[in-house]
Nanobody, 121 residues
Framework: QVQLVESGGGLVQTGGSLRLSCAASGSSLSFNAMGWYRQAPGKQRELVAVISSGGSTLYGDSVKDRFTISRDNAKNTVYLQMNSLKAEDTAVYYC???????????????WGQGTQVTVSS
């Protein structure tokens, strides 16, 4: 079993920055990548960014060049640095664990509790 615990999030003005963290515990054999999805009211959950244990990354088109994902393998923790935030980044952000192979990410059914990010204009 894998547990994901998120921290960070909150309220920020347009153009501001926030950092999210997600710490994983449990069987590290169950995944080789971690990352973030987000879901805004009335919208589908979408991929934000993921990173493999080897450092390979994938980003959603809407956050490229503004968000940076990184990880500390020793702590089994990933970080999402969000800069130049926009109102449309407002959503609940969920941590996820899965597998990355051949440049594609396959999320498993391991989710954090979600953390709210609100960007005020």
């Amino acid at each position: 079993q894998v547990q994901l615990v998120e921290s960070g999030g909150g309220l920020v003005q347009t153009g501001g920055s926030l950092r999210l963290s997600c710490a994983a515990s449990g069987s590290s054999l169950s995944f080789n990548a971690m990352g973030w999805y987000r879901q805004a009211p009335g919208k589908q959950r979408e991929l934000v960014a993921v990173i493999s244990s080897g450092g390979s990354t994938l980003y959603g088109d809407s956050v490229k060049d503004r968000f940076t994902i990184s990880r500390d393998n020793a702590k089994n923790t990933v970080y999402l640095q969000m800069n130049s935030l926009k109102a449309e980044d407002t959503a609940v952000y969920y941590c996820n664990a899965g597998f990355m192979t051949d440049g594609r990410y396959y999320g498993r059914d391991y989710w954090g509790q979600g953390t709210q990010v609100t960007v005020s204009s």
